[in-house]
C-alpha cells in the first residue's frame, strides 16, 4: 500500500545573522510516522520544527503540508496550523485558567466547538492522560509531568494530524519522566503521526519507526532504529550513538614524528583507563600495519589517517586506518611476521571505502 505524505521538507535552510543551524535539510514524513529526533545540541533539531510550524520560518527552501506550500506569501497558514499541533518543553499553559479551561479555548475560539462540546472532548482526553481528577486545578498545582500530559491533551483537542513535540521531558524531574513517555508511547500506538525531538535514546528506539539523526545542518543518517542504533551508515551517527572517545593522527610524511604518536596511544590509553595489553595491541596496530606496512607504499607524499575509536558504551576499541591510493591486500602484501602480530592483536580485520572514497582498514582491539 502506497504511503501518504504528510509533510515534505525541500532545501530548507534557516540562518541567523551569527549562525545556521539549518543548511540544507530534506525530507518526506508520511501518515502515521512516529520519528525521533536526535544529535548533538546545537544541530538544528528545536529550529527544524520550528520551521515545519512556521513559528520561524525558513530563510529558504519549501515544505509542503498535503501537497500544500506552507512557505508560499499566499498560503493561508493559520488554516494549515490546525493540522499541527505542538508540544513544548515549557508547557505554556495559561496559569490563571483551570486546566480544563486550558483545554476547551482553542477548540471553543478557533474550531466553533460549544461550551459543552469543548468541555466533554475536554475530559475525554484529561482522562485518556490520567488527569481526570485535576480538571478545575490551575496548573501552579500540578507537579511537571501532570502539566506536560495537560499539555499533550490540550494539542489533542484541536484534532491534529500530527504533533511535533520539541523535548518534552528535558525541564521535567527525572522521576516524572516516565509519565509523559508513556503518554505520547499510546499515541503512537494509535497511529498519530510525530516527529519528537529528545535525548531520551531509549524511548526513541522502543516508540519510532524511523530516526533523524541531525548533524551538520542536516538530517545526516535517516533510518530505522535498528539502522541508527545497532548499525549506524554513517561516520558522525556511529560517534554519537557509541559515545566514542577519538585519537586521530594524520601522517603526511615519511619523516614523522614516530615517538610522539607511540606517546598519543599511551596516553589515550591511559586517559580513558584502558588495559595495558589493549594499549599495547592498539600501538602493534600502528607500527606494523600503518608504518612497516602502508606508508612504504604511499610514495615521497604519502596520506594516511590514523584513528582510534574507544567506545565506553560497550568498552570497545576499534582503529580506521584510511590510506590513498590503491587497495592493499594484507595476507599478500604483508611481511608474514607482522601479519602474524597483527592478527594477535586483533579480534577482527575489515575492509571498507571512507566517505571520500579512501580506502580503510578496519580493525578490533583485544
Same mark, same amino acid.
Given at each position: 500500500?502506497?504511503?501518504?505524505?504528510?509533510?515534505?521538507?525541500?532545501?530548507?535552510?534557516?540562518?541567523?545573522?551569527?549562525?545556521?543551524?539549518?543548511?540544507?535539510?530534506?525530507?518526506?514524513?508520511?501518515?502515521?510516522?512516529?520519528?525521533?529526533?536526535?544529535?548533538?545540541?546545537?544541530?538544528?533539531?528545536?529550529?527544524?520544527?520550528?520551521?515545519?510550524?512556521?513559528?520561524?520560518?525558513?530563510?529558504?527552501?519549501?515544505?509542503?503540508?498535503?501537497?500544500?506550500?506552507?512557505?508560499?506569501?499566499?498560503?493561508?497558514?493559520?488554516?494549515?496550523?490546525?493540522?499541527?499541533?505542538?508540544?513544548?518543553?515549557s508547557f505554556n499553559l495559561f496559569n490563571h485558567?483551570?486546566?480544563?479551561?486550558?483545554?476547551?479555548?482553542?477548540?471553543?475560539?478557533?474550531?466553533?466547538?460549544?461550551?459543552?462540546?469543548?468541555?466533554?472532548?475536554?475530559?475525554? =482526553?484529561?482522562?485518556?492522560?490520567? =488527569?481526570?481528577?485535576?480538571?478545575?486545578?490551575?496548573?501552579?498545582?500540578?507537579?511537571?509531568?501532570?502539566?506536560?500530559?495537560?499539555?499533550?491533551?490540550?494539542?489533542?483537542?484541536?484534532?491534529?494530524?500530527?504533533?511535533?513535540?520539541?523535548?518534552?521531558?528535558?525541564?521535567?524531574?527525572?522521576?516524572?519522566?516516565?509519565?509523559?513517555?508513556?503518554?505520547?508511547?499510546?499515541?503512537?500506538?494509535?497511529?498519530?503521526?510525530?516527529?519528537?525531538?529528545?535525548?531520551?535514546?531509549?524511548?526513541?528506539?522502543?516508540?519510532?519507526?524511523?530516526?533523524?539523526?541531525?548533524?551538520?545542518?542536516?538530517?545526516?543518517?535517516?533510518?530505522?532504529?535498528?539502522?541508527?542504533?545497532?548499525?549506524?551508515?554513517?561516520?558522525?551517527?556511529?560517534?554519537?550513538?557509541?559515545?566514542?572517545?577519538?585519537?586521530?593522527?594524520i601522517i603526511t610524511s615519511k619523516d614523522f614524528?614516530?615517538?610522539?604518536?607511540?606517546?598519543?596511544?599511551?596516553?589515550?590509553?591511559?586517559?580513558?583507563?584502558?588495559?595495558?595489553?589493549?594499549?599495547?595491541?592498539?600501538?602493534?596496530?600502528?607500527?606494523?600495519?600503518?608504518?612497516?606496512?602502508?606508508?612504504?607504499?604511499?610514495?615521497?607524499?604519502?596520506? =594516511?589517517?590514523?584513528?582510534?575509536?574507544?567506545?565506553?558504551?560497550?568498552?570497545?576499541?576499534?582503529?580506521?586506518?584510511?590510506?590513498?591510493?590503491?587497495?592493499?591486500?594484507?595476507?599478500?602484501?604483508?611481511?608474514?611476521?607482522?601479519?602474524?602480530?597483527?592478527?594477535?592483536?586483533?579480534?577482527?580485520?575489515?575492509?571498507?571505502?571512507?566517505?571520500?572514497?579512501?580506502?580503510?582498514?578496519?580493525?578490533?582491539?583485544?
Amino acid at each position: 500500500m502506497t504511503k501518504q505524505a504528510l509533510i515534505k521538507i525541500s532545501h530548507v535552510c534557516k540562518a541567523y545573522p551569527n549562525v545556521t543551524p539549518l543548511k540544507d535539510v530534506n525530507t518526506t514524513i508520511y501518515k502515521g510516522d512516529v520519528i525521533s529526533v536526535i544529535g548533538p545540541s546545537g544541530t538544528g533539531k528545536s529550529t527544524l520544527l520550528r520551521c515545519i510550524n512556521m513559528m520561524d520560518p525558513p530563510t529558504s527552501g519549501d515544505i509542503y503540508i498535503n501537497d500544500e506550500a506552507i512557505t508560499a506569501p499566499n498560503c493561508q497558514l493559520h488554516l494549515l496550523r490546525r493540522k499541527m499541533g505542538m508540544v513544548f518543553q515549557s508547557f505554556n499553559l495559561f496559569n490563571h485558567k483551570t486546566v480544563i479551561e486550558n483545554i476547551m479555548m482553542a477548540p471553543m475560539d478557533l474550531l466553533g466547538k460549544s461550551a459543552q462540546e469543548a468541555y466533554d472532548k475536554g475530559m475525554e =482526553l484529561l482522562r485518556t492522560v490520567g =488527569l481526570a481528577d485535576k480538571a478545575l486545578n490551575f496548573p501552579d498545582e500540578l507537579s511537571g509531568g501532570q502539566k506536560q500530559r495537560v499539555a499533550i491533551a490540550r494539542t489533542l483537542a484541536m484534532e491534529p494530524e500530527m504533533i511535533l513535540f520539541d523535548e518534552p521531558t528535558s525541564a521535567l524531574d527525572p522521576t516524572k519522566v516516565g509519565e509523559v513517555l508513556e503518554v505520547i508511547r499510546e499515541l503512537a500506538q494509535k497511529g498519530m503521526t510525530m516527529l519528537i525531538v529528545t535525548h531520551e535514546m531509549n524511548f526513541a528506539k522502543d516508540v519510532s519507526n524511523r530516526i533523524f539523526y541531525m548533524d551538520q545542518g542536516e538530517i545526516y543518517e535517516d533510518g530505522t532504529p535498528e539502522q541508527i542504533f545497532e548499525h549506524p551508515q554513517r561516520e558522525l551517527t556511529r560517534h554519537f550513538i557509541m559515545r566514542t572517545k577519538l585519537m586521530e593522527e594524520i601522517i603526511t610524511s615519511k619523516d614523522f614524528d614516530f615517538i610522539a604518536i607511540r606517546n598519543n596511544i599511551d596516553q589515550f590509553g591511559k586517559k580513558y583507563l584502558l588495559s595495558p595489553k589493549s594499549v599495547h595491541n592498539m600501538q602493534v596496530v600502528f607500527e606494523e600495519l600503518c608504518v612497516q606496512t602502508l606508508l612504504p607504499y604511499q610514495g615521497e607524499a604519502p596520506n =594516511l589517517q590514523f584513528r582510534i575509536e574507544y567506545s565506553d558504551k560497550t568498552n570497545s576499541i576499534q582503529i580506521r586506518i584510511a590510506y590513498s591510493g590503491k587497495a592493499f591486500e594484507l595476507e599478500e602484501d604483508m611481511d608474514m611476521i607482522s601479519y602474524a602480530l597483527l592478527k594477535n592483536a586483533t579480534t577482527s580485520i575489515k575492509t571498507a571505502l571512507t566517505e571520500n572514497g579512501e580506502n580503510e582498514f578496519i580493525l578490533d582491539i583485544k
